[in-house]
C-alpha cells in the first residue's frame, strides 16, 4: 500500500510573549481528554491564491496574496481549473484581488507558465492533537495558527481535513537547528474530522464518530492558569509510529497564561534533542490534570520550549 510522506512545513517560531485580553464569552468547560497523536492537517483555500511577488509584464506584478478569481471569463477554484482553462488558449485574460480590489489583465500563455509555479490552493502542516470533547465531539490542536509556509500569511480557507499520522523518522534538534518529523499516512486513508477554525490559538474542528476508536477517552480536569505551578510535569506526544507517550519536563516559570518549561527526560532528550517542529499542540499535565498546550519552542536551546494555558486555548480566540 503506497504511503504518502510528508515533513514538517511549518517554519519554526522564536518564543515572545504573548499578551491577551480576557474572553468573558469563553463558556467554563470542566474536563477534556487529553490526546498527544500526530497529524496532518491539509487546508483548502477555495481560490488561487498567489504565495510570492510575480513579475508577469515588463511593468506589472501580481503581489504576494492576490488571488485569481477568473481566467477567460471562467470561475477558478483550485489549481485544476487553473491548468483546464489553459487548455489551446492563445491569449489569456485574468482576474484577480488585490487588496480588495479586482482587477483584469491579458497575459500570454509565456506569461502564464511562469506564474503557475507560484500558484497555491491549499496548505498543510503536522502537528498534534491537544484534546478532544467527547461530548460536543470538538478537538483543539497546535495552539497556535497554520500559516503559508513560503508567504508567511494566513489565507482564508474554504474547508480542512486532519488525518491521524505515523512518525517514520525523527531529525534531531540542536541549538540553532530545530529537528522536525517525517510522517506518513497511507495514500487511501480517510480524514479523521473537519477543520472549521484556524486561528491564534490553534486549529479547531469536529472529529468523526470513529475517529478515536482504538484511544483512550479518559477525561481529565482541565485547571486555570492560577492553579499551574513550577515544577515537575509531562509532556504528552508522539516520537515513535503512533505511539502516545508522556515525557517529563520541568516548568519553570509561569507568567498569566504563558508558562516556560525545560525537557528533563533523558529519554526524549537523547531521541530529539528536546522540543521538535510537529511537537506544537502536544498536551502538557501536572497532578493529573490538562494545564496546558506547547506552542513554541527556543530555536538555541531546544530543550526549552513555552505552553499556552489550556483554558486560554479552549478560549478559540483572544
Partial sequence: MQKNYRKWSLMP???FTLFFANNSAFAEQTSVVPLGQSIQIDL????????????????????????????????????????????????????YEHKKEKYT???????????????????????????????????????????????????????????????EQIKKS???????????????TLPIGGV????????????????????SMQEVEIVDPEEIVTGKAVMRTSIDGKKVQDF?????????HIFQFTVTDKKLIEKTGGILQGMSGSPIMQKDKLIGVITHMYVDRPENGAALAITEMMKKSP
Fill in 13 to 15: 517560531l522564536l518564543f
Fill in 44 to 95: 483548502h483555500y477555495g481560490t488561487v491564491f498567489v504565495n510570492n511577488d510575480v513579475l508577469i509584464s515588463d511593468d506589472e506584478w501580481l503581489r504576494t496574496g492576490d488571488s485569481i478569481h477568473l481566467i477567460n471569463n471562467k470561475p477558478v477554484t483550485n489549481l485544476i481549473d487553473v491548468k483546464s482553462h489553459l487548455k489551446d488558449s492563445t491569449q489569456i485574460i485574468i482576474q
Fill in 105 to 167: 489583465k491579458s497575459i500570454t500563455p509565456n506569461q502564464m507558465v511562469k506564474l503557475l509555479p507560484f500558484l497555491r490552493d491549499a496548505t498543510e502542516g503536522i502537528g498534534t492533537l491537544t484534546y478532544f470533547d467527547p461530548n460536543t465531539k470538538e478537538f483543539g490542536a497546535l495552539g497556535h495558527q497554520i500559516v503559508d509556509q513560503q508567504s508567511g500569511i494566513t489565507p482564508n480557507f474554504s474547508e480542512g481535513s486532519i488525518y491521524l499520522s505515523s512518525i
Fill in 174 to 188: 540542536t541549538p540553532g537547528n530545530p529537528g522536525y518529523k517525517i510522517t506518513s499516512h497511507t495514500s487511501n
Fill in 196 to 215: 472549521n477554525e484556524n486561528n491564534v490559538y490553534g486549529v479547531f474542528g469536529k472529529l468523526d464518530n470513529s475517529a478515536l476508536e482504538n484511544i
Fill in 248 to 256: 517529563a519536563i520541568e516548568i519553570s516559570s509561569v507568567e498569566g
